[in-house]
């Protein structure tokens, strides 16, 4: 059962929202002042405080960064009447969850709350796995996502990292598997042997052999030393092979003996060498696919293939972009010392519509070429992606193409916001009433996009 903290010093208030809360299944604990508050605080958990912004002898914003020195990652939500709205903007940029003004519709408060639960419960694992994975010295806040699909993979990596299986990570170019294999490295218990990782597809075949290997002096023209191949770099830690599915097939054949054995011969040599490694292996294609056409051994899938991850591709996960657009937008303006403040509501709607085919690294790369060409406090829409060409389309009436893009930029709306009608009306840039008006119009419904029911 979830617990929820609310504050307010109108007793009315108080008494109609526990019961609203109550009857919906919540625990539900009441207080009229910041004294009773904090000592709630640091007696109990809460999964959510719902805190008004005006008491009778404290402020809100103030009440609600006390509980963060205590609860970091505990959502608060805000009340406010109409003409403190400005006071509830700042309290969201100190860290409120959102803002409800007064009177406010009580089916509102219930979707702000459940909303603020869930990310907070995400928040709380996010920052669980980020302590767990930063005893290795990982940045685990490259790893932005607060979609379900992220909130699993999260999830799943820190399972796999307490093992010693083998892993295989299957996802786009551009997802970020390297940053996954080092975060398994980094909270696993090899975290303080070495991580070595190789791009397959960035090595000659006739290479590949002796990179891995290693060899000895006069092995072959040109080897006039003895050198240490990859896997003897990577003894006791992580080797970490991506674009695996580049490798040819004859030396497939030898990466799967020395996997099974964890022995090799170095090119030259008469003794073999044993090593002890865990092996996280990479591809953008599907595998599976690849034993259909022969391109790859189906043993050496096995092998490699025991705990599988696949990272979704960005177009999957449309609820995350705008997180990413922060974090790189802060990330850009902070290193170039550029005063811009965000995007236009039309260059985000943009970025929203694309389908991004190189995923994260093109949007990273989109957000840092805006900031670089950037003289305005705003980033327009003509800044973003200038030079992508729109796919040809046959020509529609001006009314109907107006029509479909209208319920389809709706229905991408109400699935980043989950149903949340204020939330949306905030990206869209438009009064809720005008969105209610749209929304009805294209018989689209808030309620299906809420806590996961649309079919």
């Excluded at 405080?49 to 009778?56: E, N, R, T």
């Excluded at 979609?147 to 892993?167: C, G, Q, T, Y």
């Excluded at 090899?190 to 290997?213: G, H, M, Q, W, Y």
Aim: aromatic share 6%.
């Amino acid at each position: 059962m979830n617990r929820i903290l609310v504050v307010d010093d109108d007793l009315s208030i108080l008494k109609v929202i526990k019961m609203r809360l109550e009857a919906e299944g919540f625990e539900v604990t009441v207080v009229e002042d910041v004294q009773q508050a904090m000592r709630s605080i640091e007696e109990s958990e809460f999964d959510l405080a719902v805190v008004d912004l005006k008491l009778a002898r404290a402020n809100g914003i103030e009440l609600m960064e006390a509980i963060h020195a205590v609860d970091p990652e505990l959502p608060v939500l805000i009340l406010t009447a109409h003409g403190t709205i400005e006071s509830a903007v700042e309290a969201m940029k100190k860290g409120a969850h959102s803002y409800l003004t007064k009177p406010f519709d009580y089916r509102e408060l219930l979707l702000q709350i459940r909303n603020g639960i869930e990310k907070g419960h995400l928040s709380r694992e996010v920052e669980r796995l980020r302590s767990f994975v930063r005893q290795g010295q990982v940045e685990f806040d490259n790893i932005i996502g607060q979609s379900d699909s992220m909130k699993r993979l999260f999830e799943l990596v820190a399972l796999a990292a307490e093992s010693d299986s083998n892993i295989y990570i299957q996802g786009e170019s551009g997802t970020g598997k390297g940053i996954i294999a080092k975060a398994l490295h980094n909270a696993s218990p090899r975290k303080d042997k070495p991580f070595v990782a190789i791009n397959c597809a960035a090595i000659p075949e006739t290479l590949i052999e002796s990179e891995l290997f290693g060899f000895e002096k006069g092995a072959f023209t040109g080897a006039t030393l003895n050198k240490k191949g990859l896997f003897v770099q990577a003894h006791g830690g992580t080797i970490f092979l991506d674009e695996i599915a580049e490798i040819p097939l004859p030396m497939q054949g030898k990466l799967l003996k020395a996997l099974e054995d964890k022995e090799f011969y170095p090119l030259g040599s008469q003794r073999s060498v044993k090593v002890d490694l865990r092996i996280i292996a990479a591809s953008n294609r599907e595998l599976e696919k690849e034993l259909e056409t022969g391109a790859f051994r189906r043993d050496l899938f096995y092998r490699i293939h025991v705990i599988p991850i696949k990272i979704p591709p960005l177009r999957e996960r449309k609820e995350d972009i705008p997180h990413l657009v922060a974090y790189f937008l802060d990330k850009f303006r902070t290193r170039m010392s550029k005063e811009i403040k965000g995007l236009s509501p039309q260059a985000l709607n943009k970025i929203l519509q694309y389908s991004w085919p190189g995923n994260v690294r093109e949007l990273e790369n989109a957000i840092e070429c805006a900031v670089v060409m950037c003289t305005d406090p705003i980033i327009s829409d003509s800044l973003i992606l200038p030079t992508q060409e729109e796919a040809a389309n046959s020509l529609k009436s001006f009314k109907e193409s107006r029509r479909e893009f209208e319920k389809k930029y709706l229905t991408q709306l109400m699935e980043i916001s989950k149903g949340n009608v204020s939330q949306a009306a905030k990206l869209a840039g438009k009064y809720r009433a005008d969105l209610y008006e749209m929304l009805e119009r294209h018989k689209i419904r808030p309620p299906e996009f809420r806590q996961g029911r649309r079919e």
